[in-house]
C-alpha cells in the first residue's frame, strides 16, 4: 500500500535519480559530494579519489529524471530544463559539467527490483555535454529549452570513468 503522502512521483523520482547516479560512482571507485542546496545548477561532484599526472580530475552534474520519456531519432527529447538550468550546464566551464537523464519507471514501486544476488536498478541513465552550446541571453526559470540526449549516451561504470578522466585532460586554471 502506498503511504498517500506520496502519491505524486517527483520526491520519489528526484531522491532516486541522485542514487542511481551514487550507485554507478560507487561501483567505479569515485568519490560523490551532494551541493544542498543547489545555488549553482549542479546535483553532484564526483572525482577520482587521488590525483592523476598531478591532476584531481573531476566532473559536476545536473541530474533530472524522467517517467515517460521522448524518444526521436536516436535521442531523448528533454523539454523540461528551464534557461537558467541550462545555462548552468551550456558554454565553456572551468570544471565539466554535465546533463544526466535517468528514465524511471511511472511507478515508484518499480524503480527496484532486489532478489538474494542482485539489485537492479530501473531504467537507465544517459549523459549529454552542453558545453558547446551557447548559452541563453537573459535566461529565465519560466522558460524551457529542449535538450537532446543521445540514447548512445548511456551512463555505465565504462563511461562514468571516461568523463571523469577525459575532464582531468581539460581542466584550465
Not at 60 to 77: A, C, I, L
Not at 156 to 168: D, E, F, I, N, W
Request: proline residues 8%; charged residues 20%.
Amino acid at each position: 500500500m502506498t503511504d498517500q503522502r506520496f502519491r505524486d512521483s517527483n520526491p520519489h523520482q528526484g531522491h532516486y535519480d541522485e542514487a542511481f547516479v551514487y550507485a554507478l560512482a560507487a561501483a567505479a571507485g569515485l568519490q560523490v559530494a551532494k551541493f544542498d542546496p543547489d545555488f549553482s545548477g549542479v546535483d553532484l561532484h564526483l572525482k577520482l579519489p587521488g590525483a592523476t599526472n598531478g591532476n584531481f580530475p573531476c566532473v559536476e552534474m545536473q541530474v533530472k529524471s524522467w517517467s515517460q520519456p521522448v524518444r526521436r531519432n536516436g535521442h531523448f527529447r528533454y523539454d523540461r530544463l528551464n534557461e537558467r538550468q541550462f545555462n548552468a550546464l551550456a558554454g565553456a566551464q572551468r570544471v565539466p559539467r554535465f546533463l544526466v537523464l535517468v528514465i524511471v519507471p511511472p511507478a515508484a514501486s518499480d524503480y527496484t527490483v532486489a532478489a538474494p544476488a542482485r539489485l537492479t536498478l530501473a531504467h537507465a541513465a544517459y549523459w549529454q555535454d552542453l558545453s558547446g552550446e551557447e548559452p541563453i541571453a537573459n535566461p529565465s526559470r519560466d522558460r524551457y529549452t529542449r535538450v537532446l540526449v543521445p540514447e548512445t549516451n548511456l551512463l555505465t561504470v565504462t563511461s562514468l570513468l571516461k568523463l571523469v578522466h577525459s575532464a582531468g585532460a581539460v581542466i584550465k586554471p
